[in-house]
């Protein structure tokens, strides 16, 4: 018997479950890394875009740009200047409030990923203790002297979905950890070019 028999074939139906529970897994996982990133996030040339109507004061051109370009930076920068009205303090508001809505919406996105490593383990103790319980009832019909062969093959089969819950949920909690730190860093440094942008608004900047 090899690895291939023990892990798809031997697992039973929970353990072929949890094989169809890695397969979304590996999706999410590809789709949240291709959408978590620094070009979706904080896009360079958006960046150098607005940078260069600030300098020539071309604030509705920033505004138009903003409105239409996807991004997180363009997206707290766009609710800020749609603030300017009021006043600087507001547009210091209206962007806090933007990141923090965006913020939360590509953490409550990536959420799954920490289901999914906290339930595989269940999933797969729960095929384990099944399992065990059938080997049980094994010793009770063989008047309780099995055969130590076939009691073994049934114990390690059943310890076999304890493994795939562990195979999934060990890479699913580490790439969430890393998108959790990634969307920190990038929401951070996205709000402080935010803050350079609008800080020509500030009272008393243009004197200083």
Known sequence: MNWAEVLFI????????IWALSVGTVSLIIKYLIDIRRTNIIPADVRARVGEFFEGKQYRDAIELTANEPSFFSYVLHASLGEAAHGYGAMERAM?????????????????LNVIGNVAPMMGLTGTVVGMIMCFFQIVAKGGTPNPAELADGIGTALVTTLEGLMVAIPALAVYAMLRNRIDSLSS??????????????????KA
Request: net charge negative; aromatic share 6%; charged share 30%.
């Open 10 to 17: 031997k697992c039973g139906p929970i353990g072929w479950l």
């Open 96 to 112: 806090e409030e933007a990141a923090e809505e965006r913020t939360t919406t590509m953490l409550r996105q990536i959420e799954w």
């Open 189 to 206: 440094e996205a709000i402080v070019a935010s803050q350079e942008l609008i800080s020509t608004f500030r009272p008393g900047a243009k």
